[in-house]
Nanobody, 123 residues
Framework: VQLQASGGGLVQAGGSLRLSCASS????????MSWFRRAPGKERAFVAG????????RYGDAVKGRFAISRDNARNTVSLQMYSLKPEDTAVYYC?????????????????WGQGTQVTVSS
């Protein structure tokens, strides 16, 4: 499975941004897709995840109520709509695939990773 993230950029605080991640390769088995981020000087952290059916999603505490994850299985893509962005949202955002039915917040439990896309929020 190959993952290609896009949509990052520079935005002012309070603004919005939409990230997308396209997956290719063998995607027929059940899997969840998630977004993580690594802020400068910090560990990679869970942002949001969604099950294959799209029926269940999960969010990190820092983004609840501001971010929304969705997926389009026909296009093998997962998106992250980010609203009310804050300077502390500045990070490299990564999409990841976990070959399991449940959403995990643990980086080591993911099987494939995209290359990351930079999001910078100015104050």
């Amino acid at each position: 499975v190959q993952l290609q993230a896009s949509g990052g950029g520079l935005v002012q605080a309070g603004g919005s941004l939409r990230l997308s991640c396209a997956s290719s390769g063998r995607t027929d088995s059940p899997y969840t897709m998630s977004w993580f981020r690594r802020a400068p000087g910090k560990e990679r952290a869970f942002v949001a995840g969604i099950t294959r059916s799209g029926g269940l999603s999960r969010y990190g505490d820092a983004v609840k109520g501001r971010f929304a994850i969705s997926r389009d299985n026909a296009r093998n893509t997962v998106s992250l709509q980010m609203y009310s962005l804050k300077p502390e949202d500045t990070a490299v955002y990564y999409c990841a695939v976990r070959r399991a039915l449940d959403i995990s917040t643990v980086t080591s439990e993911y099987d494939y990773w995209g290359q990351g896309t930079q999001v910078t929020v100015s104050s």
